[in-house]
Every structure is written in structure tokens, then in C-alpha cells.
């Protein structure tokens, strides 16, 4: 693994532990969620870290400075390269993820092909947050 995007992880919420899915998938949050996700990985894709973090939950911005935000976003995706193709894998409501606090968030892997890492993992995982919206916690690339 790339050592910016592992320190990327070291500052998220999302850990790369197994997600415990919940017995019922909740349809309307997974497709808040996920559309959430979209419009902020086009931003991470167009390089805007610094729109990235401050479009992020909380969660994440308390996790993690804006400027180490940057300095890790823009090393680890620099190294993986531009995006190719982005293949939606699963989407998956949950109340609980490892080390993180209980809530509502949604587990959304994309298999992705970059240009100097063609078969590559990104894991982003919304929360929805008290006033019902949506915001990224997590990002993992693998």
C-alpha cells in the first residue's frame, strides 16, 4: 500500500476492519448516501482536497487536519494515479463500524481502475449526521 494513503487511514474514521452489516438495508439512506459519495469522489478525483475536507462529516475533520488532509490526498492520488473507470461494487447500511461512534453510515466500495494502480479497492463511507444529511468519514484506497 502507498504510504500517504496509509496515513490517510491513520486520520479517518474508517478503519480497515469488517463492517458489520445490519439485518435490514435501509434503501433510501443507501441512495442518500451514495449519491452523497458520488458528488464528493468527483471532487477528490478533480483534486480538490481542500473542498473534500471541508465537505466531510465532522467525524473526519476532528480525525484529521485540513492541511495533512491535503499533503496526504495529494501524495497518495498523485501515486495511484488518474482515474480510469469506477465500477460501483456494493453499498451497505450499517449502525456500527470498528473504532467508530454508533450511528448511521453506509459502506460503499467501488472497484477502481487508476492509472499506476489498475485494480485498486476505494472503500467511502458516509454518516448521516443529526440534521439528516449525508457526509463522507472515511475514504480508503486499497
Known sequence: MNKPIAVLLAGAVLLAGSVRAQDAQDPAAVAAAT??????????????????????????????????????????R?????????????????????????????????????????QSMETVVPMRLPDGSWKVSGYYVR
Open 35 to 76: 449519491d452523497s459519495a458520488t458528488r464528493w469522489i468527483a471532487m477528490v478525483d478533480a483534486g480538490k482536497w481542500g473542498e473534500t475536507w471541508d465537505q466531510a462529516a465532522p467525524a473526519l475533520q476532528a480525525a484529521v487536519t485540513k492541511a495533512t488532509w491535503s499533503a496526504s490526498m495529494d501524495g497518495g
Open 78 to 118: 498523485k501515486a495511484v494515479g488518474a482515474v480510469k473507470s469506477r465500477k460501483l461494487q456494493s453499498a451497505t447500511f450499517t449502525h456500527a463500524l470498528p473504532h467508530a461512534p454508533a450511528g448511521d453510515y453506509v459502506v460503499i466500495q467501488y472497484a477502481t481502475e487508476f492509472a499506476n494502480k489498475p
